[in-house]
């Protein structure tokens, strides 16, 4: 069994930090559909501006979003390498019997 290195692990972090909040989720779920107008995500959020660039700032920062600027627009897309890299750090967080491995015991310790 490996053990996750300390960037992996920060990776990791980074990444669950930013989908720890229902609006984030949201955001992401909203551009499962492909690029959005910040405008449109804060009509169907009818979240303040201050607010949601707060939220797709937090999203940008650990890469899970893109932005491209179009005139005095902006638009967001979900970055499809960020999401695998998602779901990459919770199968390896998966405990090793959920994955179907037995789970070596240590000698002397309280089960082995």
Do not use: N
């Not at 999203?59 to 179009?70: H, T």
């Amino acid at each position: 069994m490996t053990t996750a290195s300390a960037p992996d692990v920060a990776r990791a972090a980074t990444l669950f930090h930013a989908l720890s909040d229902e609006t984030r989720l949201g955001i992401l779920e909203m551009l499962r559909g492909g690029e959005r107008c910040v405008c449109d995500l804060q009509a169907d959020l009818g979240a303040a501006q201050s607010r949601l660039s707060f939220h797709l700032r937090v999203l940008r920062e650990a890469g899970l979003v893109s932005d491209r600027k179009e005139g005095r627009w902006s638009y967001y897309a979900l970055v499809p390498e960020a999401l695998a890299e998602v779901h990459d750090a919770a199968v390896r967080l998966a405990p090793a019997a959920a994955r179907g491995r037995r789970v070596a015991l240590a000698p002397g310790r309280c089960c082995g």
